[in-house]
Every structure is written in C-alpha cells, then in structure tokens.
C-alpha cells in the first residue's frame, strides 16, 4: 500500500515537473513564431536611424531645429515612442527633442554589448553626428544609468540633467543573479516568460505604475511593436546579464562621483513609486550637489510620463525653465 502511494506520488512529481517544462519551453518556441518583423515594417517614419561606432541608433526629432536639445532616455523594455507624449510638449514649449532607442529596445541595432558605458559612446557618437549642442539630458528608469554616464564620461555634451524614478542600483546589495542567469538559455526562456510575452505585458506595465488603470491598450501595443523583430529574444537576453549587475566599472556605479558632477542636476519621482521608492530619491539627492532640487510627483508611481502627463509634463517643463 505504501508503495503504491510513493509510486502514485513520484509519476505524479514526473508528469508536474513534464508539464512545467513542456510550458516553458513552449513559451520559448512561440516567441521564436512571433518575431518574424523587420524594423523597416514596423518603425515610425517619424523616426529615423543615426550611424554610429556600434550600429545605427534610432532616433525621434520633434521641434524647432535651433531649440535647446532635450535628449531623453527610456527606461527597461520601453523605447522613444513611449516618450511621446512628453516630446509633444516639449516640443511645444520651443525644445529640440532627441528621443533615443536604446538597444536592444525598440528599433535601434542590437550590437550585443550594453553596459552603460556602452551605451554612453553610442549617444555620445549620436548626438556627434547630429552636430547638437550641449543638451539637456533626461534619464528615466534604468535609462537614467546611460543618460548619468554620458554627463559624466562626456560632460561638453550636457547643460543639465534630469533623472526620473533613476534606477541606478546605488543602494542594491550585491547578488548572485549574473552567476545564476550566466547560461543564455536560462536567459531567453526568463525574458520569453516576461519582457517578450505578450500576455503578461499589460501585467508588468501595470506592476510599474500606481494609477493601474493608465496601462491602457494603446501603451501595451507600443511596448509590444519592437518585439516582434527578429531576434528579440536572444537580443534582450544578451542586455539581460547586464542589466542583472555585471555592470560594476559604471562611473554612475559609483556613490562618490555623484557630488563631482559639474552641470545642474533636477530629480523628478513619483511618490508611490514602488520600484525605485522615494527613499532612492532621498538618498540620490544626498549625493548630489546641496542645490539639487527633489520634485514629488504625488499619487504617480514609476512611470509618471504615462501615469499623469499633464503633471508630468508640466513638472518637467518647470524644472527646464530653472535649470
């Protein structure tokens, strides 16, 4: 009899642990089906592609040509569209808006290395070629770490920078995530299971951001147009390990070089922000020179832009105007 059971229970484990794998895996073949796209099919035409060192970067402009540049750097799995709203107003109000795809996210090439000073070259080679003069640069989320690196690796191509809801890691405790993560398949069937599903997209936007109900569909379609690219799997799998913390030699790795930064500097944090929470900012702004300014933006989580853009927007162009 006990036998019996303790076989029952071990064909039982057999078939659940099957099943799990049987799942995943399929997970993995079906985003292989999905990304079939090319970039010329599915980019904007308001957008268009700027050479540099690493592959091409795409780029949206919008404004007058001789307004002071605002470049503005997206955060985990979003791209400059998401931006968009915000460029409008920018635009707007006089601004020349350089909103960026960083790669692997959106249309830009995927050359394969991203850590921040990576990224940093790559839009310093960018604004290079678009012959822009010192901007105004805006780093939100994990994009506040390239937008941070450019100031401080390339301070002549920064006025003043801004960081919204900056995860910047300077106050995460080391971990064994790129060890654990190191094999790529692990990697591709992580982001199959995440960033690349199309059914947990409006899911993990609405993990984000503290008015739920602002993870509408027309932010779910624009998250999931550049995933259907070919590759995108391996490609966000290959940003993955980076972004997991083996990026340790980032100048904007460092808590001490934060007071050193020599342009004006502005934070803007949502203050339900349950990702990068306010004591991040608070922290942050104990960094930084003594006259930078911490702006709350009440009620908004972690992607005010979408969540509020009047206030957003509004607060935003409050902050350009001192600086």
Do not use: C
């Not at 799990?20 to 292989?32: D, E, P, W």
């Not at 998401?82 to 692997?104: E, K, N, Y």
């Not at 003069?133 to 390339?154: D, K, N, Q």
């Amino acid at each position: 009899m006990v036998s019996n059971i303790l076989r029952w229970s071990a064909n039982g484990l057999l078939i659940l642990v099957l099943s799990i794998i049987l799942l995943i895996t399929s997970f993995r073949m079906a985003a292989s089906i999905r990304e079939t796209g090319m970039r010329a099919q599915l980019a904007p035409t308001t957008g268009h592609l700027v050479p540099t060192r690493s592959g091409g970067v795409f780029v949206q402009e919008k404004g007058p040509a001789n307004g002071i540049p605002v470049v503005l750097f997206h955060g985990t799995a979003a791209w400059s569209e998401l931006w968009r709203q915000t460029s409008d107003a920018l635009a707007s109000a006089g601004f020349h808006v350089i909103a960026l795809d960083l790669p692997p996210f959106g249309f830009s090439d995927r050359p394969g290395n991203y850590t921040r000073q990576d990224q940093a070259a790559r839009i310093n080679d960018v604004l290079d070629t678009l012959e822009a003069p010192p901007a105004i640069i805006v780093g939100h989320s994990f994009g506040a770490g390239a937008a941070t690196e450019l100031v401080m690796r390339y301070p002549d191509r920064a006025r003043a920078l801004v960081l919204v809801d900056a995860a910047l890691g300077l106050t995460a405790t080391p971990s064994a995530a790129p060890w654990v993560i190191q094999p790529q398949w692990i990697r591709e069937i992580l982001v199959s299971l995440t960033i690349i599903n199309p059914i947990a997209t409006q899911t993990l936007l609405q993990s984000m951001i503290a008015k739920k109900e602002r993870a509408l569909p027309e932010y779910v379609a624009i998250l999931q147009r550049p995933l259907a690219q070919r590759d995108s799997t391996s490609d966000i799998a290959d940003w993955l390990y980076y972004f997991l913390g083996s990026d340790t030699n980032a100048a904007s790795a460092d808590r001490t070089a934060y007071a050193k930064l020599e342009v004006p500097v502005a934070i803007l944090w949502g203050d339900k922000d349950t990702i990068t929470p306010v004591e991040q900012a608070r922290d942050l702004q104990t960094l930084l020179p003594p006259e930078t300014d911490l702006t709350l933006l009440p009620g908004l989580g972690h992607i005010p832009q979408i969540e509020d853009p009047g206030m957003f927007n509004d607060a935003l162009l409050k902050t350009l105007a001192k600086l």
